[in-house]
């Protein structure tokens, strides 16, 4: 244990000196991909990157220097958490305080194992498998019965546990723990299922989202004025990974069953926009699609992303999943296309209502790029790849052109919003960045995952060091605006250089997600392994890519059941 502190502080050291000895380098614009046109954008460290005058070369190159500074991170958020907000949920690092967003059972203790785990830090991993068994999943833990939100819960605590069950059950069964506390991940995992399934109980089978499970009650959110009962897409669109893994562990197929049956709305919907593509809220008594408005957003995002993922989990049994993705991918790039006009070398997905697309993305759909690259690989369709980097690319252009280093919640492309007199302020920038921030109340953000995350496949698949240095850039970005007190909190401005103030809240994923895709991203070849998703045995870039391991939406890790990974 003093070795490991003397470690840790000696690493502080040298990372914070880094740090301010790079801090005008992370304060300017950033990033930029592979451009399938090979166009020279003007910059010399990465010819083929869009956009220009941002120069990597100046950065540590040094992976194990990297890995170990994202280690350092980790272990500082933990601390702060450990010593300010254990076991409540949430750390709240300028008043090193706490509060509890998530029914008070320490969601992030529960949702950072799995990295402390990649990580191997086993002292932090002790800590958390102590706690776990402690946990009463029978009933929210706050003053006041709270309300559940099934979608939450499920990506994070049983994903969490799961992950973490499958890491130390598998790839990392040598790490010094008590074999004991590791079964408990999976008993706990299943009390928490088991307390929460009363929530499918309606007539489509598609579960109520908000529940009360003290009692056995259903919130009256997303119950419309007759009465109607209605579940947006993500909700019931992602829990079918997660509920079908814990039936495949336990050998009890009734989880899977329940969140297969909620699925098969959106497998066999009642209508779509184009193939592939419906509508993003389903009435809970009867399965019908209700609107027409969708996109890979919000309420949307993750019921797409776990199409390709639940085809990577078992591509004999869940082909129609891998057809559906299918059907969703060729529509997007058929419909859904778009270049800001200020920056058309930029390409993302716009958003729908009917078959009228918006010039309009969010941070959250910077996954897109990740789930075209995965599916580029697992379904042999190499054509993907193109698109699956250039929407990578374009949220790294979001990173490089927000002052922070930080990219924002929401980009508009659309022109005439931004010639309304309350953005025409942003023209200059549009210019620039092809992208401008069309909701004056949404300048705020930090701790996201969504386009590191794509960063990681894109890296895994490509071999190319650029997503790498995109990556460090957002590391450095986070630890000058982001780190604060005792932890790390999302920040009131993404395009004020210092970040503008703090929202004074750490979010379980900044541990669960963030932190762990930015290891994976930067830790040496020697250190890789089959938990990384694209696996390349032969090293990155160099083609043979396998899914031993498929993430949850939550970054969670769970073996797949293939015969034959993809």
């Not at 304060?27 to 954008?41: G, V």
């Not at 959110?221 to 909700?235: K, N, S, W």
């Amino acid at each position: 244990m003093l070795n490991t502190m003397m470690h840790c502080i000696s690493l502080i050291s040298s990372f914070i000196a880094f740090i301010f000895l790079h801090s005008s380098i992370a304060s300017q614009s950033l990033i930029s991909s592979q451009n399938p046109d090979n166009t020279y954008y003007g910059n010399v460290s990465y010819p083929g990157q869009k956009g220009h005058d941002y120069d990597y070369t100046s950065f540590n190159p040094n992976q194990t220097y990297r890995a170990e500074a994202v280690i350092e991170m980790f272990r500082f958020a933990w601390n702060g958490y450990y010593t300010y907000a254990f076991p409540n949920d949430d750390l709240l690092p300028v008043t090193n305080s706490f509060s509890n967003s998530r029914n008070g059972w320490g969601v992030i203790a529960v949702d950072g194992l799995d990295t402390a785990i990649i990580m191997e830090q086993e002292d932090i991993i002790n800590q958390i498998l102590d706690f776990i068994p402690t946990i009463d999943f029978t009933k929210t833990n706050t003053p006041q019965p709270s309300v559940v939100s099934l979608f939450e819960t499920n990506i994070r605590y049983i994903g969490g546990l799961l992950g973490a069950y499958d890491l130390l059950k598998g790839p990392f069964s040598h790490l010094d723990v008590d074999d004991e506390k590791v079964d408990a991940l999976l008993s706990q995992c299943k009390t928490l299922a088991d307390t929460l399934k009363f929530a499918f109980d309606t007539p489509s089978g598609i579960p109520v989202n908000h529940v009360f499970p003290n009692n056995h009650t259903f919130y009256r959110r997303g119950q419309m004025q007759d009465g109607t009962r209605t579940a947006g897409l993500a909700e019931l669109g992602t829990l079918v990974l997660e509920w079908q893994h814990l039936s495949d562990l336990t050998g009890d197929p009734e989880y899977g069953n329940l969140a297969q049956k909620a699925e098969s709305y959106f497998l066999d919907p009642s209508s779509e926009i184009w193939p592939g593509l419906t509508g993003g809220n389903f009435s809970v008594e009867t399965g019908k699609i209700l609107d027409a408005y969708g996109g890979w957003m919000s309420g949307n995002d993750s019921a797409y992303e776990y199409l390709i993922k639940m085809y990577v989990y078992d591509p004999e049994k869940y082909a129609i999943y891998g057809e559906r993705f299918t059907a969703a991918a060729d529509s997007t790039i058929a419909h859904l296309l778009s270049h800001p006009s200020s920056r058309p070398d930029l390409t993302m997905a716009g958003s729908y209502a009917g078959t009228t697309v918006a010039n309009y993305s969010e941070q959250l759909a910077c996954f897109i790029g990740g789930s075209f690259i995965l599916g580029s690989t697992a379904l042999d369709r190499p054509d993907w790849l193109r698109y699956g980097l250039d929407f990578s690319e374009f949220c790294a252009n979001g990173y490089r052109y927000a002052t922070s280093g930080i990219g924002p919640i929401v980009y508009s492309w659309n022109l005439t919003e931004l010639s309304w007199s309350n953005f025409t302020n942003q023209t200059e920038h549009y210019e620039k960045a092809g992208w401008f921030i069309n909701d004056n109340d949404l300048f705020l953000n930090g701790q996201a995952p969504e386009a590191i995350e794509s960063w990681y496949y894109a890296y895994q698949v490509t071999g190319n060091p650029y997503w790498r240095d995109v990556a460090w850039a957002y590391t450095l970005a986070q630890n000058r605006t982001e780190r604060i007190g005792s932890g790390f909190s999302s920040i009131l401005n993404v395009m004020d250089e210092t970040g503008g103030g703090y929202e004074n809240f750490m979010a379980s994923y900044m541990l669960a997600e963030v932190l762990k895709y930015q290891y994976l991203i930067q830790v040496p070849e020697a250190k890789k392994g089959i938990w990384d998703i694209e696996y390349a045995p032969n090293g990155v870039g160099k083609g043979g890519n396998v899914n031993f391991f498929v993430y949850n939406t939550e970054a969670h890790p769970f073996r797949v059941r293939a015969m034959e990974p993809v």
